[in-house]
């Protein structure tokens, strides 16, 4: 079983920062994909970004610019650097790694990590 473990989340004024850290039970190389979605309250889970094991990334329109995605492989950990918060970032912000073996796919979550930003 897979365990993904989030941290960096907290409470944060308008334009402040946070690094979410996402550490891996498994070996996160043997993810096709890691990424970060976030849900806030009354809304849709979305998917905020992603990087493949290659390093390629993917970013949501809202974010680019002010979000980075990284990953440490020997540390089997994915980053989530966030700039320039703004209060529509509210939100739990949940880390995925999926993997895909043939015709089959999955999805493993973590349990989340709030991140509140003021106005």
């Known amino acids: 079983q897979v365990q993904l473990v989030e941290s960096g989340g907290g409470l944060v004024q308008a334009g402040g920062s946070l690094r979410l850290s996402c550490a891996s039970s498994r070996d996160i190389f043997s993810f096709n994909a890691m990424g970060w979605y976030r849900q806030a309250p009354g809304k849709q889970r979305e998917m905020v970004a992603t990087?493949?094991?290659?390093?390629?990334?993917d970013y949501t329109g809202s974010v680019k610019g002010r979000f980075t995605i990284s990953r440490d492989n020997a540390k089997n950990t994915v980053y989530l650097q966030i700039d320039s918060l703004k209060p529509e970032d509210t939100a739990v912000y949940l880390c995925n790694a999926h993997e895909t073996t043939g015709w089959r796919s999955r999805d493993y979550w973590g349990q989340g990590t709030q991140v509140t930003v003021s106005s």
């Open positions: 990087i493949s094991s290659f390093g390629k990334t």
